[in-house]
Every structure is written in C-alpha cells, then in structure tokens.
C-alpha cells in the first residue's frame, strides 16, 4: 500500500536506490515558514540572553551560561536553514 506522502513515479524499483522524495506542496511550505522562524527568532533571543548579568562575569570574560546559549542558538539557527532548505528544495523539485 502507498503511503500517501509517496509519489509512486518516484518509489525505486525493488533493488534500486531512492534517489529523491516528492514533498507535498503544502508540507514544503510548512518546512520553510519553520526554518525563517527559526532563523527570525533565535538571533533576537540571543540578543537579549548576551545582555543578561549572567552572560559575563564580574572580569567580562563569557560564562558558561552564555557559552551554553550561543551553541543553542548556532544548532537551531543551522537546523533551521536546513528545515527551510529542505522545503524549498521540495518545492522545485
């Protein structure tokens, strides 16, 4: 049975490699409205966590608290360019 997010012009032969997957037009745009959130998002939150008292000691070096944030940010800021990636490859494609 196929399942409904599968094209059947693009499931591989038995034996064969899937070389591509068709994305619904409706979940590509959902994938990319998802990453600009992201990408909207996170760099005003780490705006606001490297002006907390707890981003800096008392010599101004970084704390573990912003160091912890800034990697947060990094990842979800890279995933979600990957998310919207994926949505706009799934819409030309």
């Known amino acids: ?35 600009v959130w992201s990408l909207v998002v996170w760099p005003q939150f780490l705006k606001r966590v490297m002006k907390d008292p707890r981003a800096r000691d008392a010599a101004g070096k970084a704390t573990k608290f912003l160091t912890v944030h800034v990697v947060l940010v990094t990842i979800s800021m890279v995933l979600g360019l990957a998310t919207a990636g994926i949505g706009i490859a799934g819409l030309i494609a």
């Open 1 to 35: 049975m196929a399942r409904p997010w599968e094209s059947s012009r693009n499931r591989p032969r038995p034996g064969s490699k899937a070389t591509s997957v068709e994305i619904p037009a409706i979940l590509a745009i959902v994938l990319i409205v998802a990453g």
